[in-house]
């Protein structure tokens, strides 16, 4: 935290002036008071601030005016907006806008002290390129260099990040990185695949439970809410979240608390929400099977990470750190590629993206009777060329269906070397519709 911190406080209101610079000072925090936006512009040009708190309803405008000002002008201060209570759309636009994060009325003090430090713990200077992520999400290609500078922008702030991608891209990694640039790294970082929790456990598993609250309920249980707390809750594969599930989810998230099962009382939590999935989230909410309004809530900045057929040039690079660090794990020296072989690499197009790169590449080294690794040891798949058949034998339409689900799921289960969990994600069904379609085609 700074020595001697500076904070800029703006609302029409002076008895909410007055709450804030209390709760401040005891901090060691100086205060500004503005009571509009041409006072706080006034302030803004003749101090150097470490926060700013404004309202969002002012005399002369509203505290957006000001998110974008000094997100334009100021960006190593950050600016955090007071809504009121349960206007969602207004936190959700301060976010989208710049904000550091939002706080409701009435202002709960131990959230405004909580939002304070993590905002006084920020690195002095905003960061102007994407250096130390460089050496953990790989690639020199101008989308990683992109994805790169956007994680150290994000990292500034709390807003929740939806980062999408297909499966092997390295979403988790991503998150991971958004978590240690920013002011919640002495924190706790917890991932959790909410595709793997069991419908009837997610509701303890999230938000905790008192002894005897259940049969089984032998003791208290924090959840995965607290035990982030401070930190950072990454939700994996949310699109997999049931739909009552997402509606406690979305109740948790704005009201910045939880109810564990079996307690009266509510507890008041301080995470950062990050979530993931490789789905098309919005195409599931326009079938239903996602909510419109928590949608909204996570997708308040997206993050795309490009596939890897989309930045073949980072192969090479990729290639050789893979190597490198499978010959330390196994002892032996580290094999290199022809270019016959990084060629192959670089022209198949990796369904299964990074993830798949490292299988191909550990099942090379294991198998590959050098320390040369040829464009044969790959056992890359052929493409095969699209069928467009002219007819069909009468009567025959199902049998073709299913010839085309039998080689789909096969190459599927040959990729992912007949895991069932990958294989289902990469065909983009679920775990228990690939198990059907193995018995219904006899593939058991």
């Known amino acids: 935290m700074k020595e001697h911190p500076l904070a800029l406080i703006v609302d029409d209101e002076p008895d909410i002036l007055e709450l804030l610079e209390l709760t401040l000072a005891p901090m060691g925090v100086a205060c500004h008071k503005a009571v509009d936006l041409a006072e706080a512009r006034q302030y803004l040009q003749q101090h150097s601030f470490d926060l700013c708190l404004t309202d969002m309803r002012l005399p002369d405008g509203d505290g957006i005016e000001l998110v974008r000002l000094i997100s334009q002008h100021f960006p190593e201060t950050p600016v955090a907006v007071i809504t009121a209570h349960g206007s969602v759309e207004t936190a959700v636009e301060a976010l989208k806008s710049g904000a550091f994060d939002f706080i409701s009325k009435p202002v709960d003090l131990q959230a405004l002290r909580n939002l304070t430090n993590a905002a006084l713990r920020l690195p002095l200077r905003y960061p102007q390129r994407e250096r130390r992520t460089r050496y953990r999400l790989l690639g020199e290609s101008a989308a990683m260099r992109a994805v790169r500078s956007k994680i150290a922008k994000l990292a500034r702030s709390q807003a929740p990040v939806y980062i999408s991608g297909e499966s092997g891209t390295g979403k988790e990694l991503v998150a991971r990185l958004i978590h240690e640039q920013g002011p919640r790294l002495e924190a706790p970082f917890v991932p959790v695949n909410c595709g793997a929790i069991p419908n009837e456990l997610m509701e303890s598993e999230f938000f905790g439970h008192k002894k005897g609250s259940f049969t089984g309920a032998t003791h208290d249980k924090r959840g995965l809410f607290q ?63 996602f909510r419109q309004d928590l949608f909204y809530r996570l997708n308040v900045i997206e993050l795309p990470v490009p596939p ?137």
């Open 308 to 444: 890897l057929r989309q930045r073949a040039s980072d192969i090479p690079q990729l290639a050789e750190h893979i190597l490198s660090k499978l010959a330390g794990i196994n002892q032996i020296t580290c094999p290199k590629l022809t270019s016959d072989a990084l060629e192959a690499l670089q022209v198949y197009p990796f369904p299964g993206n990074v993830r798949e790169l490292e299988n191909t590449l550990e099942r090379a080294m294991t198998l590959c009777d050098s320390e040369i690794i040829e464009a044969k040891d790959l056992h890359l798949p052929k493409a095969e060329p699209p069928s467009t058949p002219t007819s069909l034998p009468v009567g025959s339409l199902e049998e073709c269906l299913e010839g085309v689900e039998r080689r789909a799921i096969l190459q599927a289960l040959e990729r992912t070397h007949y895991n069932k969990t990958a294989a289902a994600k990469l065909l983009g069904i679920t775990f228990r519709a690939l198990r059907y379609r193995l018995k219904k085609l006899e593939l058991e």
């Open 227 to 289: 035990t982030a707390g401070g930190g950072t809750l990454f939700l994996d594969e949310v699109a997999d979240l049931p739909l009552p599930m997402q509606v406690k989810l979305l109740r948790a998230i704005q009201e910045k608390s939880v109810r564990p099962i079996g307690s009266e009382k509510e507890i008041s939590v301080d995470v950062r929400i990050l979530c993931a999935t490789h789905k098309d989230l919005a195409a599931l909410v326009k079938e239903g099977s």
